[in-house]
């Protein structure tokens, strides 16, 4: 095995992330390698910074990496080397590691999504899916059901130019996979297999729902991005409905899991890892 540093400095930069678990996800990870990991929350208005400033910290301050979130990931790009090319068509990144040179950004939202569907559906195809929100998040999970085989993509986002550029790039990735973009969640929800809500509605501090309850019925399976809290208002109105419920803590810890190969590397325990945060302990 690799030899491992005894510590690893890490942090995760976004609004709102008071009740974000990846400090405990990482430092679990980091106590299964014998490492002492440190994870902070940068929270730029918090920092009296904007996210420049915060940036330019870690990676001033010794961190080997950080992760991104809302409202960050594609803004972040610009100060980050990215080679996979996948990557780049998502244009988006949550994972930054920290060297020699430019940083250099991943993306584990995307094989993150892929794994919690997975995890949950097993083989079985999306079809065709309605996703509310097209942001960081949501243009890391479009090209996820693009690799997971979905036939038809439909769009919505309050910013139409948003998702219409996203729309452009899925085309041109995926030639095969009709996409349209709507305003109407509602209407677009008719027919749809997958529902999925890539909007911040539902987390902490963004109380709601992003589609009526009513418009589910008929879908067979719902992801929701927000896993804070885990059990989403979104959510409960889709098991009400018979959904299968794909929820947005699996992406929390496939997304971990994967960004801790990018920042170390050592090898995971993953049950153990599960078990443990779904107790109550607290970093």
Not at 134 to 139: C, D, I
Not at 188 to 206: H, K, R
Not at 251 to 260: E, I, T
Request: one cysteine or more; a negative charge; proline letters at 5%.
């Amino acid at each position: 095995m690799q030899d491992l540093p005894a510590s690893l400095q890490l942090g995760l930069i976004g609004d709102n992330i008071a009740a974000s678990r990846s400090p405990l996800l990482h430092k679990i990870a980091g106590e299964q390698n014998g490492m002492d990991v440190s994870y902070l929350r940068l929270v730029p208005r918090e920092m009296e910074q904007d996210f420049d400033g915060v940036f330019q910290y870690a990676k001033d301050n010794g961190y080997r990496g950080i992760n991104v979130t809302y409202p960050y990931k594609e803004y972040v790009t610009k100060f980050l080397q990215v080679d996979d090319p996948l990557v780049r068509g998502i244009g988006a990144v949550n994972t930054v590691i920290f060297g020699e040179g430019t940083p250099k950004g991943h993306n584990t939202d995307y094989s993150g999504f892929m794994s919690a569907y997975r995890n949950v559906r097993g083989d079985r195809a999306p079809g065709a899916v309605l996703m509310i929100g097209t942001g960081g998040v949501g243009r890391a999970i479009a090209f996820g059901l693009v690799g997971l085989g979905c036939t038809e993509l439909r769009l919505v986002d309050r910013d139409a130019a948003k998702a219409e550029a996203l729309a452009a790039d899925v085309r041109k990735t995926a030639p095969e996979v009709k996409v349209i973009c709507g305003s109407n969640a509602e209407a677009l929800a008719d027919g749809a297999q997958g529902i999925v809500n890539c909007t911040p509605v539902g987390m902490v501090g963004y109380d709601g729902t992003p589609l009526a309850e009513w418009a589910m019925a008929g879908a067979a399976w719902a992801f929701d991005a927000v896993y804070t809290p885990p059990n989403t208002q979104f959510l409960t109105d889709a098991k009400a409905n018979g959904l299968d419920i794909i929820s947005g803590w699996e992406l929390f810890f496939f997304q971990g899991v994967h960004a801790w190969k990018f920042f170390c590397g050592a090898p995971l325990d993953e049950a153990a890892l599960r078990a443990e945060l779904m107790t109550e302990r607290t970093y």
